[in-house]
Structures are given as C-alpha cells and as structure tokens.
C-alpha cells in the first residue's frame, strides 16, 4: 500500500513540477517522498515489534535431569520435554501471556509419558496437566505493556533458579537466588529422599498456621511479617518472594522483553544457552544478533548522496 501510495505522490508531483521548475526541484521532491515512504515503513515496523511474540529461554544449569513445567503452555502444551545438564528449549509465548515455569525433578515416565515425579509434581503425565505441587521454586510472568516478573519461594524450594530480562527497557533487574537452600534447610522443613534433601518446604505447608500462611488475622502486609524461616529463604535468595507479602525486594518491572530462565543458576554468573546451534549469553545484547535498527541507516545513505548530487 505504501509503495503504491508512493508511485501515485512521486508521479504527479513530478509531472506538474517538470511543466513550472526544473529538474532539480523534481529530483527534491522525490527524495522527499521517499524520505516520507521510509519513515513511514519504520513507523509501521515499530507498531509490529511492540507487538510480537516473547522468548523465554529454558536453561538447565544442573547437573541433573529437569522437567520443565509451564501452566499456560502455548507452545509446549503445559512442559512435556526434559532438559538434560547443560541443555536449553526455547518456549515462545503471546503478547499479554501470563504464567508459571518452574522444574520437577526425579521423575520417572514410560514410553507413554506416564510418570510422577518427586517435585513439582504436576499429574500423571510428561505434559503437565495442572500447576506443580509443592515445594517447588516458581517463575511467574505478567506480560502487557509493562511486565511483571518474579522468583516465588512462597510455595517452597527445590532448585536455585534466576530470571534476567534481555534487550528490555525499565528496571529489568535479575531475581532470583545466589546459592542452594537446600544445603541450609531448616531441618523441620527439609523434604529427603534416600537421606538426601531434595526441596525445602514452606513453613504454612509443614505448620498450616495463620502466621505462616498469611491468613485470617494475619491476612495483610502489616501483620504478615517475616519469620526465622522466610528469612533462611531470603538468605540465599534475596531477589525472590520468601513469604506472600515480601514485595519491595522481589517484584521487579520491565518493558519489551525476552527472558532466561536459569536452573541451578545464580545472579551473578553469566549464563548461557545453546539453541539451533547458536550460543547466547546473558552479557551479551545478542540473543537478537543485530540490532533492530540497523537497516535505519543504511536506507538513509543513498538519500543523503542523492541531495548531494542534486545541490
């Protein structure tokens, strides 16, 4: 449309310009035009970015077998894959999407992905059919015009994981957590499995107490405060949700985003991930390997030659 639009302004503009000026205004006047064409498909591709699709890179930095589980699975329908250590999956979602990701670990599933798992459990099934039982680290997105995002331990921990927002704008702080709780739990919230703890529960799933839970009484952010056990939480993940009400240190905002969800990983580390054999890191800006713009310029140079030319 717009380059039809373009042929119709550059013809008659030039038409009448030819009978009353001479060529050199002709010759203006379509750089002018073509000018207005480009700016206005520039115009035209911004609207189209703000509203593409999302990505959320799966990274596996354990050293053991995950299962990733998604409620509101577009693209995997809930999880259904496994991650070994070292692995990466792309999960794609739709503008506005809202959801969980988080990990099961020591599942077992037959041939025909029925199976349980020992966290995280979400069904009988490889593909998650409801969220995940706790204790479970979770992920949780809010995805508009401004997204909101954070690591939830409300629920209980059973892997270190970390979120980081890549190529957005805003805040866009990494969360998430710098160590393994499960080395520190709490011994009356450890969850084992053949003497080795393998997740950290929650002290509303082990007490079920107002206090704990949040509840009743307790039910508002002035008198839900943090515990001896929210805080063993908030140790080693400092940029997570450690109880319901733990808001101005774990809720973080940005805009126009693409996501790492790391397992195993911590704040600070550079993590990278391997996907249609090409490698990205959180560092680099290149999970988008060329910068959006960069074809701005490059249309411009053979309009500036051209006014050059012509004066």
């Known amino acids: 449309m717009y380059i039809l639009l373009y042929k119709h302004l550059l013809s008659c503009c030039s038409s009448q310009l030819s009978q009353t000026e001479d060529r050199r205004m002709a010759s203006l006047v379509s750089v002018l035009l073509t000018t207005f064409l480009i700016f206005t498909i520039i115009a035209s591709a911004s609207v189209n970015l703000s509203e593409s699709t999302r990505s959320f890179t799966i990274v596996n930095d354990c050293k053991e077998t995950i299962w990733p589980g998604i409620t509101h699975g577009e693209s995997f329908n809930g999880g259904g894959f496994s991650l070994k250590p070292g692995q990466s999956a792309v999960y794609t979602a739709s503008p506005g999407w809202g959801g969980r990701i988080w990990a099961r670990t020591g599942c077992n599933f037959d041939k025909n992905g029925n199976g349980t798992c020992q966290t995280g459990n979400c069904g009988t099934s490889l593909n998650c059919t409801r969220p995940g039982n ?3 680290s979770l992920a949780e997105f809010s995805l508009g015009d401004v997204d909101f995002y954070d690591i939830s331990l409300v629920d209980g921990f059973n892997l270190p994981m970390i979120v980081k927002a890549i190529n957005g ?3 866009c702080s990494t969360v998430g957590c710098d160590g393994d709780l499960r080395q520190n739990c709490p011994s009356d919230l450890a969850l084992k499995a053949n003497g ?12 079920d107490s107002d206090e704990y839970c949040c509840r009743g009484t307790y039910g508002n952010p ?13 140790q080693v993940c400092p940029a997570a949700y450690s109880y319901a009400f733990d808001d101005p240190t774990s809720l973080t905002t940005c805009s126009g985003a693409d996501f790492i969800v790391a397992f195993c990983a911590s704040r600070n580390q550079t993590v990278c ?6 490698l990205a890191c959180n560092q680099s800006k290149g999970i988008r390997p060329i910068s959006q713009g960069w074809w701005v310029p490059m249309l411009a140079l ?6 050059l030319v012509i004066f």
């Open 134 to 136: 706790p204790p479970a």
């Open 169 to 171: 704008t805003g805040n």
């Open 196 to 207: 080795k703890v393998i997740a950290c529960r929650s002290a509303c799933e082990v007490f």
């Open 222 to 234: 002035g008198t839900c405060l943090a515990t001896n056990y929210s805080k063993s939480f908030k």
């Open 273 to 278: 991930s391997y996907h249609d054999k090409q």
């Open 302 to 307: 053979p309009l500036m030659f051209k006014i």
